[in-house]
């Protein structure tokens, strides 16, 4: 079994609904980063999209005075995950180090029973053999970190775990801790109103901690108990403007 | 026993009262209830022919089965986290409320596929009345089947076929399975 | 001042028309055991290029819309069915519901009937048991189709292994594969033990290829007294046991859903909801085939009559009753409770797209039973019980397409709403089943005795009619 590390993270993430401006481009560098396939026009309108992270949009308001509200929702990586316990081969697991869920491919038979239990609709699943369909040299675009997945596994978002593991690799390369804001998942480095936090909720004096502790700051489903670690700010229309 | 020559008495079905005479006067010539077998085909408890109760170890086959299958469920819910811990759902790694689903259905398992193989073991062990059998037992007959001394031959005869027996003297064991 | 009542009808004939009216009933029809043999054994024999028509048939249609088209989706992916986001789970799950469901009425019918001593159920125990276990055969195939990776389905099986790893037993995935295992051998061996002694009819009455298969699996059965006490203490023991497994087999499929956080699965009624269900599902396949084998087997008129679907009819009613209060259990107390989730499912159900699936169902679980099932002449017509059960099975399957897509696509964000329409592989898949199911029973009843004989035998010593007073009335004893 891996080692265990001496020091013991537990990453979060909080998106401030107020800077979000629905522009998808976290959406898209997931997509570039986690290698997630196309699927096509036909397909994505039957509901097969394949995205970890999404631009919930709704509208608010009577016409001629609508709005629309963005949420960017991607799995929430539960502390009382209602994926995790129905997984009937524990390909879905909680990590002890990272306090995050993972999503284990190679022991993933397809049941599909994680991704009806999941309440914010956050997993996927590889309905055909999409990457082993892109043609020679397209290929080349995948990132080597990342693995590919076949027909028949469901995959989700992972917090970028193989930017975590990288950065903790530099750090203990390096001989010192991980500094807070040296890991950042895709989608809160292509962040173009930096509404995406990311960071160490173990360390209450990292940036994210100090966002998650916002009046602003609610979680969704939180009636569920599933106790993500996602915190989501808002004050438009209930604090001050 | 190859000496012993054994003796089928057959019954039409509906001449219970007619068998369970015979058996009696089969008693009364001092054959003894070991040396005497009925053969039907339709289910008569032993009561209703004045017979023995018969045995049969199924009962504690099928709870030791049931054992077997408490202790396998024991295994896997309890110890196969504690081989490999995994945790999910912020569940602990051993929660009983799960386990009664693995225990019933284990132990029912057990119990079920014991009492079978129970039944299976005690139909093809050796039985040690007279081996004798008839296909016309199975289109409604009652057999008595028993172990007779040769000097006996002549009053069976009468008495038998007196109550409405059809004999069948020296009747041979047929191989009716593998062995 | 003590007045003696007369009796008001010409006694003289009534006794002799009572007894008529009573020989109507298998029980008080007794015929010479070897007449009954002969039955059986012709009916097994004779078949008709009609028959082996109908068998090649299926079987063409199992090849290629069950294997064929299972095969396709193995190499193909998933994709080619009409699952997606959000809702994971569609008609193939519906069709392993519907047939661990259908697979209740053997257990039903042989056990709890066997227990209750319902004399009624002698003639047609087999014919349910074989369709309980050809039910789990169809039924248990679906766990392995729904597989993203069928292949490594075995990861599911406890054993020991190079990885270390054992399967999650706090999955209800992984009961579902416990509870299935563990029914589909109990009423395999339960379908076994009671066959035995009509192996061993068999095998006295047959030669040849036949011979040697019941002689193999008559295992030497001469009918000596401890053979039978052994039989009827293994038969007493599985009855017993086999129901608290049936029981469980359901509730446990129940808690598939039931354990979710899902809007509308998370009803801790589904457990006896999902049980009345199957037994309402499968008491009505056991009335479709039994008018099915009347109607195609010869000298099956004998064995089973008006009175038997009269009698199964019966328990229909009850327990379409007993669906329609759980039913209702379920619905009003999601409606009044104020979570906005389960409530818009309700009216989803009611008024969304596919609501026409809803209606039928209430109308043909309801309302056409409770039309027409307690009318004892429509009860005791054949063909119109088979009408009638038809529908409540397909009833029962659009029950099940409402719990499980119709629920999964509107969950708690708006946003990820979607609708679910079955594609062709789907229905393919499901099609083949039942046409496996279909053959399985028509191969079966070429080499297994439908009716258990020596149980009907049984029944009809038990049966006689008594003298009170001025009348004869029907009386049975317990022989066991």
Known sequence: ???????????????????????????????????????????????????????????????????????????????????????????????????????????????????????????????????????????????PSVTVRRRGVMEKCTFCVQRIHAGQEQARAAGRALQDGEVMPACAQACPADAIIFGDLSDPESRVSKAARSQRGTTLLEELGTQPKVTYLKGGGYYGG | MSRRIIH??????????????????????????????????????????????????????????????????????????????????????????????????????????????????????????????????????????????????PRLHESLTGLGAEIIHGAEAKKLWLF | MAVEAQPVSPALNQPAREEETLREQLMFDPRPREELNRMVMESMHSTSPRYWIAVGVLAALVLVCLLGMWGYMIFTGMGIAGIRKPIYWGVFIVTFVFWIGISHAGTFVSAILRVFKAEFRRPFTRAAELMTTFGLAAGALYPLIHLGRVWVFYWMIPYPNARWLWPNFRSPLVWDFLAITTYLLSSTIYLYLPLLPDLAMARDRTQGWRHAIYKTLALGWRGTEAEWFRLRKAINIFAFAIIPVMFSVHTIVSWDFAVSQVGGWNSTIFGPYFIIGAILSGVSAVITILVV????????????????????????????????????????????????????????????????????????????????????????????????????????????????????????????????????????????????????????????????????????????????????????????
Request: glycine share 8%.
């Open chain 3, 293 to 480: 084998l009347r109607a195609t087997l010869k000298h099956m008129d004998y064995f089973i009559r008006p009175e038997h679907l009269d009698a199964l009819g019966k328990l229909v009613l009850v327990f379409s009753m007993a669906w329609a209060y759980f039913f209702f259990n379920d619905y009003l107390v999601s409606w009044y409770g104020g979570y906005e989730v389960t409530r818009k499912i309700l009216t989803l159900h009611a008024t969304g797209p596919t609501a026409w699936v809803w209606y039928c169902m209430l109308l043909f679980n309801v309302v056409i039973p409770w039309l027409t099932l307690w009318n004892r002449k429509i009860r005791r017509t054949p063909w119109a019980m088979f009408i009638i059960t038809v529908f409540i099975n397909v009833g029962m399957y659009f029950e099940r397409y409402t719990i499980i897509p119709m629920t999964l696509g509107h969950q708690r964000f708006p946003f990820d709403w979607g609708e679910y329409s079955p594609r062709l592989p789907e229905i393919s898949i499901a099609f083949g089943t039942l046409c496996l199911f279909i053959l399985l029973y028509l191969l079966a009843s070429r080499l297994i005795p439908l009716v258990p004989v020596w149980e009907v035998r049984e029944g009809q010593e038990a049966h006689k009619v008594v003298r009170v007073g001025k009348t004869v009335v029907p009386s049975v004893s317990e022989l066991e």
């Open chain 2, 8 to 153: 089928l008495a057959l019954f039409p079905e509906d001449a219970l009262d007619q068998a369970a005479e015979a058996l009696e006067t089969l008693r009364g010539m001092g054959i003894t209830d070991r040396d005497m077998t009925v053969i039907s085909g339709t289910p008569f408890s032993e009561k209703m022919l004045g017979r023995p109760m018969s045995w049969t170890r199924i009962p504690i086959i099928g709870i030791s089965g049931a054992l077997v299958g408490f202790l396998t469920a024991l295994f896997l819910n309890f110890g196969t986290p504690l081989l490999y811990p995994i945790r999910v759902g912020g569940m602990a790694y051993q929660t009983l409320p799960t386990s009664f689903v693995v225990f019933f259905e284990l132990t029912m398992l057990g119990l079920l596929i014991s009492t079978f193989l129970g039944v299976f073991v005690e139909m093809i062990s050796p039985s040690f009345g007279p081996q004798g059998y008839d296909p016309r037992i199975t289109d409604g007959h009652i057999g008595v089947l028993f172990w007779a001394p040769p000097e006996l031959d």
């Open chain 1, 1 to 143: 079994m891996a080692e265990q590390q001496e020091t013991r993270e537990r990453w979060g993430m909080v998106i401030d609904l107020d800077l979000c401006t629905g522009c998808n481009a976290c959406v898209t560098a997931c997509a570039m980063e986690n290698n997630i396939p196309w699927v096509g026009e036909e397909e994505a309108g039957y509901g097969r999209n394949m995205f970890w992270i999404r631009v919930q949009r709704t509208w608010q308001g009577e016409y001629p005075e609508v709005s629309p509200a963005y949420q960017p929702v991607m799995c929430q990586q539960c502390g009382r995950a209602p994926c995790e316990p129905v997984c009937p081969v524990f390909a879905t697991v909680h990590s002890e180090e990272e306090q995050i869920n993972l999503q284990v491919y190679n022991r993933c038979i397809g049941t599909r029973y994680c991704a009806n239990n999941c309440p914010y609709t956050a997993r996927s699943f590889n309905w055909y053999d999409y990457t082993y369909q892109i043609p020679a040299p397209m290929n080349y675009y995948l990132n």
